[in-house]
């Protein structure tokens, strides 16, 4: 395909870096968010003075600027920060991408940082409902299980889904888990077990919960030009999309015309004409995974099946594999972050569940809100 | 089996310009919604302007507010401290038959309004069923809700 980006601004990745993921990490998020900053710059063979852009999610309590004043950022030419929740991830690194792309930043880092764990519950202290909450909290609609719970038994209402089809998600990231060292849930589980678990939010029991997990990531995009001076194995970004779709709301994306729906579907497109590439390039995924429904959704509104096909198509043998290091469900939970690491991971040939020569892996955010999508790729346009 | 009172907060709606007319018919346990006098479209969550035409003023139309279950969740611990007492309780999904489109949050009660400790299982709860509006006090807040009727006779309010 033609691309109005000439080939040495394409985006690649150069640096990735993950704290041991913990449930009381002990320091603050400002203090491991810079750790992993200097670990990804570390990883790259660059150093703070060689950074001009900080994105990060709007949820980061670290600001850019406290950031850039703590690591001794010489300046910033790009910065910003993404809303949304756990939807952010796959923008802010868009967002980098752009920059990369328009020559507006050489080397731009984004991170999550987050004390999910010890930090406590966002929604335990929400006590005053504004906006789209006054209609919701009251109600004792509160936590973000709730919402995904009302997503969900409207999609197995719609297209017949099991509890064993969220299961399945379940197990097979518990077994990718078990291979991977960092990863916190490393006990085998069974179908079974999944079953017995307790209910939170029928139809989601337990296990269809992710971790609250204490994390800290990072991941440092460049340009073709500049990674090619780097003593890296280059994780090029091929396309990457954002997206909203209509009358959105944040984990509540019920209230528009077409119930069932989620921005996902709307990325979906936008990222395959921006990539060049269909599902079928695709050779691994990393599905951001709060809950284990999001899996089964996200196949059907990236294209990979037909509607209502999800669970079926995950049992085919035909699927790719997805959320290789366990995900937010049996790895980490830092609010999507390690599943976009991880994809980087698989195109570096280090994953923990390696696909052999993956050559594309597509990594995306929350999908009940409004999100984004990023495919990583091993060559160049 | 209803709720007994707790002392724990609950979560507070905080009204603003936009959203005040619903609240303050909630008062008065009518329910209302916007309705587009210049293109027809039902409007929920309130907003600003029309999201469809664009029309600048959307009045503000009172509802009965029966409706059917488009989806429904059972709160189970962790909750709020607030809610501990109720739990397990029915959060709805509530398609509104005389707003087309218009669908409300709302918990599964009793005939007087007061919220079922229950899983929705012994009351029937399937997608679909009819729902009656009932109104519910939490604190100094009036909120809708609704119970489950039969569908041939499902009350007014």
């Avoid at chain 1, 909450?133 to 017949?160: C, K, N, T, V």
Wanted: with cysteine; charged share 20%; glycine share 10%.
């Amino acid at each position: 395909m033609t691309r109005a980006v000439p080939k040495h601004r394409q985006p690649v990745v150069v640096g990735i870096h993950a704290l041991p993921y913990s449930k009381d990490m002990r320091m603050t998020e400002r203090r491991s968010g810079a750790l992993a900053i200097l670990g990804a710059l570390a990883d790259a063979g660059l150093t703070p003075t060689d950074v001009d852009g900080l994105v990060r999610y709007g949820w980061e309590k670290t600001t850019e600027m406290e950031m850039t004043r703590n690591l001794g950022v010489p300046n910033l030419r790009v910065f910003g920060d993404v809303d949304f929740g756990g939807g952010a991830g796959p923008v802010v690194l868009g967002h980098a991408c752009e920059a990369i792309e328009l020559d507006h930043a050489d080397v731009v880092v984004a991170w999550r940082a987050r004390n999910r764990s010890s930090g406590g519950r966002p929604w335990a202290g929400q006590l005053l409902a504004e906006g789209q909450d006054q209609f919701e909290r009251p109600q004792g609609l509160i936590r973000p299980s709730d919402g995904m719970a009302l997503h969900a038994r409207y999609w197995m209402h719609r297209y017949g889904w099991k509890s064993e089809d969220f299961g399945l998600v379940a197990v097979t990231q518990r077994e990718h888990a078990h291979r991977n060292p960092m990863a916190l849930m490393q006990q085998p589980m069974t179908i079974d077990d999944y079953l017995a678990a307790r209910m939170i939010s029928d139809p989601l029991r337990l296990f269809d919960c992710c971790l609250e997990t204490d994390g800290a990531l990072a991941m440092v995009v460049t340009s073709a030009a500049r990674a090619a001076d780097l003593d890296v194995a280059p994780v090029y970004v091929t396309g990457y999309a954002m997206g909203s779709g209509p009358d959105p709301y944040g984990m509540t994306f019920f209230y528009g015309d077409e119930l069932g729906v989620t921005p996902a579907k709307y990325v979906a497109p936008e990222l395959w004409r921006n990539a060049g590439l269909s599902p079928a390039d695709i050779d691994v995924c990393q599905f951001y995974d709060a809950f284990t429904p999001q899996i089964p959704i996200c196949f059907q509104e990236f294209g990979f099946c037909a509607e209502g096909d999800a669970p079926a198509y995950m049992r085919s043998g035909d699927a790719p594999l997805y959320n290789t290091s366990g995900g937010g469900l049996s790895e980490a939970y830092v609010h999507g972050f390690n599943i976009l690491v991880e994809g980087v991971r698989q195109i570096r040939g280090t994953s923990t569940t390696q696909v052999d020569g993956a050559r594309h892996c597509l990594a995306t955010g929350g999908n009940v809100v409004p999100t984004g999508a990023l495919v990583f790729s091993k060559e160049p346009w | 089996m209803t709720a007994s009172a707790s002392e724990a907060p609950f979560p507070l709606p905080v009204a603003d310009a936009d959203t005040q007319p619903f609240w303050d018919a909630t008062v008065q346990r009518r329910l209302v919604a916007q309705h587009c006098a210049a293109c027809g479209k039902w409007i929920w969550q309130p907003k600003p302007v029309c999201p469809r035409c664009h029309a600048l003023d959307v009045p503000w139309e009172e509802v009965h507010g029966d409706g059917t279950v488009a989806s429904w969740t059972v709160i189970r611990p962790p909750v709020l401290p607030a809610f501990q007492p109720s739990v397990p309780f029915v959060i709805m999904l509530v398609a509104l038959d005389d707003a087309p489109g218009v669908r409300m949050v709302g918990q599964l009660v009793d005939e007087q309004g007061a919220l079922l400790v229950t899983d929705g299982v012994a009351e029937g709860l399937a997608m679909g069923a009819s729902l009656g509006l009932r109104w519910r006090e939490q604190g100094e807040v009036i909120l809708p809700a609704w119970q489950l009727v039969p569908p041939a006779d499902a009350p007014r309010s």
